[in-house]
């Protein structure tokens, strides 16, 4: 492993590491190849919510792979996900039980700032976020207030955060103008025994869609522009998986 990789950049720091990030956590050769065996078979789903009197999208595609921590069942072996874990815990062990997917097709796809469901994340445990694909631009800001950071995801990096960086800061990838070619997240966490996140879903009256490899990376637009659906990133409930728990501002996964 070379010397750059192995170092992280601190960008928030606490008593359990803070937020760091690796630009060149695995080669470009391989976050590409991680990269096409996700888009083409990954169970992508596209989320509606009800909220208030509407439904609203969830502005970007997703998936979620529960799996034991030990013999890692429930990571499908079409998927890379096994052995990209293994390169997780490498450089940040951790007691992973979950990953969930993002697939941003372009740059109207978003997620709203957000911290992670504390309810659904074992205190200590770190989460574990690898990009792939075009590079986007994540925000990071303390709740305390001042200027948000502005960190640009590198396909093959490792962003990690502390479960502490989760109540003191949100996190989100805002919308482009600019071209921006697909871009996913494979977001590792230790969610608790029993959480809602392990149970079937849907779940609070959510709505799926499923799409085939082939439709995941073409967004389909409403049929009249005018009368498009309402996104939910603007109310800030986009942010993750919908759970038992009261809606609340933070949302995140
Ligand atoms: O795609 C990303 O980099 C962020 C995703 C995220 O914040 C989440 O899934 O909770
Ligand atoms: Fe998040």
Redesign the pocket.
């Known amino acids: 492993m070379d010397l750059f990789a192995a170092t992280p950049i601190q960008l928030v720091e606490d008593a359990e590491g803070g937020i760091r990030y690796w630009p060149a956590f695995v080669d470009e050769g391989e976050a590409e190849a991680w990269f096409q065996a996700l888009c083409a078979h990954c169970e992508w789903q596209h989320q509606r919510r009800p909220m208030y009197d509407r439904v609203v999208d969830v502005p970007r595609l997703q998936a979620w792979y529960p799996f034991d921590q030990d013999s890692h069942e429930g990571l499908p072996a079409s998927l890379p996900l096994a052995k990209m874990l293994a390169r997780v815990q490498a450089s940040v062990p951790g007691g992973y039980n979950s990953v969930?997917l993002?697939l941003?097709r372009d740059g109207h796809d978003s997620?709203a700032m957000?911290n992670?469901k504390l309810h659904m994340l074992v205190p200590g445990q770190p989460i574990a976020?690898v990009?792939l694909g075009a590079p986007?631009r994540?925000n990071i800001r303390a709740k305390a207030g001042g200027r948000a950071l502005g960190i640009d995801?590198e396909p093959g990096s490792l962003?990690v955060m502390s479960h502490a960086s989760q109540v003191t800061h949100e996190?989100?990838?805002p919308k482009t103008a600019r071209p921006a070619a697909p871009r996913m997240?494979a977001?590792y966490r230790a969610r608790p025994a029993m959480s809602p996140h392990l149970q079937a879903r849907p779940e609070n009256g959510e709505m799926r869609r499923s799409f085939t490899p082939a439709q995941a990376l073409h967004r389909q637009r409403p049929a009249s522009a005018g009368q498009g659906r309402q996104e939910a990133d603007a109310q800030r409930l986009d942010?993750?998986t919908p759970s038992a728990a009261p809606p609340s501002r933070v949302g995140?996964?």
Request: charged share 10%.
């Open positions: 969930g993002n941003y997620v957000h992670d976020l990009s986007r994540m995801l962003l996190h989100g990838i997240s977001v942010a993750g995140g996964q």
